[in-house]
C-alpha cells in the first residue's frame, strides 16, 4: 500500500515562499506520476501541478504557472511544490497525490492521496 506524507505547510504573508514536500513509501515512486491539489475552505478541491514519473514532463493551473513550481527526487521517494510570490487566494489545505504513469490534472485519476497540510496566506 502506497503511503503519502505531505508537510511544509504553514502561515505565511503575502509574498512570502514555501516549499510543500511529500514523502511516499511502499510503492515504485519512479513508476507514479504525482500531482499536487488544493482544497480551500467550502470549495471543491482542484489541481495545482502534476509531474510525470520521469521528472521530464510538468503541467500547471494557470493561476500558479509562474510563480510555482513541481519537482520530484526520485533517490528521496519524494515531490515537492515550491511556492513563491504567495497570495492570500493561494490560502488552503494542499494535497498531495500518486498514481501509476502520468495522471494529468483531474483528481478522479489519482490512486493514492497524503491527508493534507494547510498553507495560509495573510495580507
Known amino acids: 500500500q502506497v503511503q503519502l506524507v505531505e508537510s511544509g505547510g504553514g502561515l505565511v504573508q503575502a509574498g512570502d515562499s514555501l516549499r510543500l514536500s511529500c514523502a511516499a513509501s511502499g510503492g515504485t515512486f519512479s513508476t507514479y506520476g504525482m500531482g499536487w491539489f488544493s482544497q480551500a475552505a467550502g470549495k471543491e478541491r482542484e489541481f495545482v501541478a502534476a509531474?510525470?514519473?520521469?521528472?521530464?514532463?510538468?503541467e500547471y493551473k494557470d493561476a500558479v504557472k509562474v510563480r510555482f513550481t513541481i519537482s520530484r527526487d526520485n533517490a528521496k521517494n519524494t515531490v515537492y511544490l515550491q511556492m513563491n510570490s504567495l497570495k492570500p487566494e493561494d490560502t488552503a489545505v494542499y494535497y498531495c497525490?500518486?498514481?501509476?504513469?502520468?495522471?494529468?490534472?483531474?483528481?478522479?485519476?489519482?490512486?493514492?492521496w497524503g491527508q493534507g497540510t494547510q498553507v495560509t496566506v495573510s495580507s
Open positions: 497525490a500518486g498514481g501509476r504513469g502520468y495522471r494529468g490534472t483531474v483528481n478522479g485519476n489519482y490512486n493514492y
Open positions: 509531474i510525470s514519473p520521469g521528472n521530464i514532463f510538468r
